[in-house]
């Protein structure tokens, strides 16, 4: 399984516009995060976690040329404004593309996208989608892989994290019960959400995240939405423990 991230940064990505923190000012590419995403393949099969507004950019970057699924985490702007941006995909391989989230996501994009979801006079320029209820404690296959959704709160709103064989993929997460961390046991590769140094009420801190690692026990794991208050990449990186990498904008790596 190979894993690209396409985008590292919280909802404002970094550099934040108008800002002149140091780190916004940063000349390292590694300080530099679009808004957070992952690209996953394995056995033929191409799916991206999330689709914020920076896909379009995200998806020539890395010279995606195929999606099979969309899997989304929750209905938040920086991880699902990127939608209309499918239109090339659905063009080129000529049907919907399934995308899979909570029932209130889908719902929220019947309401955001409307004219992605007409059913009469669509307009023929708007990208067509097969919609898949994504529900907790209720694998499903793409491929020939099991996906096991990942309950979690993002404060009060839940939100999805997804396993894909040893491959864990969450953000935005703030709490998650202990039912669904035994979801989590022997993983090889964790991506998980590290905001920033202090206490946030809807994010792991960088220590909320690294309890969390320790806590799940993975070979490696992986900080994303990350915010340019975190610090400098290489500073950050340091201080990590042996098996904690910070990711970055057009990281790929093998699980």
Known sequence: ???????????????????????????????????????????EVSL?????????????TSGCEKLDAILFTHEHADHTAGLDDIRPFFFKQKKDIPIYAHQRVLENF???????????NKYPG???????????????????AKITPI????????????RIQDFVYLTDVK??????????????VLVVNALREEPHHSHFSLQEALDFIYLVQPERAYLTH????????????????????????NLKITV
Not at 11 to 31: L, T
Not at 48 to 60: A, K, N, S, T
Request: include cysteine.
């Open 126 to 144: 708007a990208p067509g989608v097969q919609t898949f209820e994504v529900k907790n404690d209720a694998d499903f296959e793409i491929g020939k």
């Open 1 to 43: 399984m190979q894993v690209y991230f396409l985008g590292t940064g919280t909802s404002q990505g970094i550099p934040v516009i108008g800002s002149s923190h140091s780190v916004c000012k940063s000349e390292d590419f590694k300080d530099k995060r679009l808004r957070v995403s992952v690209w996953v393949t394995f056995d």
């Open 226 to 249: 990350i915010s340019h208050l975190l610090g400098f990449h290489e500073e950050v990186q340091k201080r990590l423990p042996a098996n904690v990498f910070l990711a970055y904008d």
């Open 151 to 162: 309950n979690a709160n993002h404060a009060n709103l839940q939100v999805f994290g997804y």
């Open 175 to 188: 709490t998650i019960d202990d039912s669904e961390i035994e979801k989590l046991k022997g993983v090889k």
């Open 48 to 60: 991206v976690i999330d689709c914020g507004p920076d896909f379009r950019q995200q998806m020539l």
């Open 110 to 120: 019947k309401k955001r996208f409307d004219y992605i979801f007409e059913t009469e």
